[in-house]
């Protein structure tokens, strides 16, 4: 029993976003009225972030509203604007010139539990010309109409349809940093890491600054960013290299602002595919974030910033740019010892599906929900929490290659590579084979902490043009007379939709002006 030492003083190594969400979270969970833990974040001053993850999933709502911030506040603080999913331009068939074609993954998950309307769009629909999204939701026609997902008179956090935001990183971290310090108890240190000083079992002792002040804890969170300054070079924890599948390992990222105030604000992340890559659009209340993720090896980077200039146009002229590399994988443990990587210092893939502030904030939120009281629980619950995120890790690769393995571009190397057996990994080659017989049901996803799931699979899959052999296991169905009604029933909601919900702009305005109601 001797042994046994509670866990009582955190230090999270790092700020950025990963380092203040994971702070609001151990924050909100752990301090409170009468009990003596304290968390504190040293940061430096010298470190700029990466801060190119401007787009979020619907996790994100559920989360700043957990923690207590005004959805208001958020959007006026950040320059957020509504996201509805991702516009995926020419990633299916080679590009025609001037006339793009697209499909959208949106964030609705129109599941019904006696009727898999996946399937009877496969069995009647999918030859009609009726895109997969505009069967079975009402979101992507919103989307293509430039509609935000709710109205100024819905409540703060509820919506029409399911969101999340586009924000500014900076000023999201920004708004965390004060969230935490002033309304939460975190205590923040701005300084330098200049050693990580262990203890005689292995475990983490002290951080030392760079005027030689110790600072102990009894646990620490390394949000060092691509350095993993604890968890990587202290702990020397192995990196596990990914770029053998994922083959995108640079980005270059412009800010541009509107040419009018007044310019339409998609409440979509347009991610249009390139010979070597894929441009990221994203439109905020006063500028765009714009950026091309590409691979080195296809491409130069002189020529990479050359595609995205072009694709800006005039509007980039005399503005700067910012090459971003990309250590693409994740670490072979995410929980060592007394330490735990959140964000870039526990693995990063390529931003296509905001898996980046994903995976901080799931991650951030597991172990505040279970962090432990002391070191023996640590160790317990340390083999758990390695195991989940490491699947989903291996999740997140599967899901991001799917978007490159299923296209069926051969215009340059870089997409004929994508499709090459040995770069696929066989988890996925697994599933796509049986998928090819049977749609994708919730039997593929028991692992309920997956990242992706049944729904984001499909709009890939269908979106894609996957093509299957599923007739004989189609014809099975004998529903079709209530499916019929169910798609009708959509199309007049569609329709519904269409006639009240503001354009996304014109809802962000009236925030400003008027702000949401509160719950």
Not at 78 to 92: L, M, R, S
Not at 166 to 184: E, G, I, P, R
């Amino acid at each position: 029993m001797n042994n046994i030492k509670e866990l009582k003083n955190i230090v999270i190594a790092g700020g950025g976003t990963a380092g203040w969400l994971t702070a609001n979270h151990l924050a909100k969970k752990l301090i409170k009225v009468g009990n003596d833990i304290t968390i504190t974040l040293v940061e430096s001053d010298n470190i700029p972030t990466v801060g190119v993850g401007e787009g979020t999933v619907p996790l994100m709502r559920q989360t700043l509203q957990s923690l207590g911030i005004s959805e208001t506040e958020f959007i006026v603080e950040c320059d957020a604007t509504f996201k509805q999913g991702i516009k995926f331009v020419d990633w299916v068939n080679n590009p025609i010139k001037c006339k793009p074609s697209y499909y959208h993954h949106v964030f609705d998950n129109p599941t019904m539990s006696n009727l898999d309307l996946t399937s009877y769009w496969l069995k009647s629909l999918r030859e009609s010309g009726l895109s997969y999204v505009d069967a079975i939701s009402i979101q992507g026609k919103v989307c293509d109409s430039g509609l935000a997902p709710k109205l100024i008179t819905t409540a703060e956090y509820q919506g029409v349809t399911p969101y999340a935001y586009h924000l500014d990183a900076s000023k999201f971290t920004a708004l965390l940093t004060k969230h935490a310090v002033s309304k939460l108890g975190v205590k923040h240190i701005k300084a330098d890491i200049a050693d990580v000083t262990l203890a005689q079992d292995g475990s983490i002792e002290s951080l030392v600054t760079s005027g030689d002040k110790i600072i102990a804890a009894d646990f620490f969170v390394d949000c060092t960013g691509f350095q993993s300054l604890l968890l990587g070079e202290a702990l020397k924890v192995p990196f596990i290299d990914k770029s053998d599948v994922l083959f995108a390992d640079h980005a270059v990222a412009i800010q541009v602002p509107y040419d009018e105030e007044d310019t339409p604000i998609p409440s979509f992340t347009t991610s249009t595919a390139l010979n070597a890559g894929w441009i990221w659009d994203i439109g905020l209340k006063n500028r765009r974030g714009i950026g091309h993720v590409y691979s080195s090896s296809h491409t130069t980077h002189e020529q990479a910033e050359q595609d995205l200039r072009d694709y800006i146009g005039s509007s980039a002229e005399n503005i700067s740019s910012r090459v971003i590399p990309m250590k693409v994988g994740y670490r072979e443990k995410f929980w060592q010892k007394n330490c735990v990587a959140i964000g870039l210092s526990q693995g990063f893939v390529e931003p296509l599906e905001a898996t980046g502030l994903l995976v901080f904030d799931t991650t951030a939120k597991m172990l505040a929900e279970q962090f432990p009281s002391n070191n023996i629980e640590s160790a317990l619950i340390a083999e758990q929490f390695n195991q989940r995120v490491s699947n989903s890790w291996i999740n997140i690769v599967d899901f991001i290659k799917a978007h490159y393995c299923l296209s069926k571009r051969n215009d340059t190397d870089f997409w004929c590579d994508n499709r090459l057996e040995a770069s696929i990994p066989n988890s996925l080659k697994d599933r796509l084979a049986r998928w090819k017989y049977q749609p994708p049901s919730h039997y593929d996803f028991a692992n309920k902490f997956s990242v992706f799931n049944l729904e984001n699979y499909r709009y890939i899959l269908y979106g894609m043009e996957f093509e299957d052999e599923s007739e004989l296991f189609l014809n099975r169905l004998d529903n079709d007379k209530v499916a019929d009604k169910v798609f009708k029933n959509i199309a007049e909601k569609t329709d519904k939709a269409l006639s009240k919900l503001p354009k996304n702009r014109e809802l962000i305005d009236k925030i400003y002006k008027y702000g949401l109601q509160r719950i």
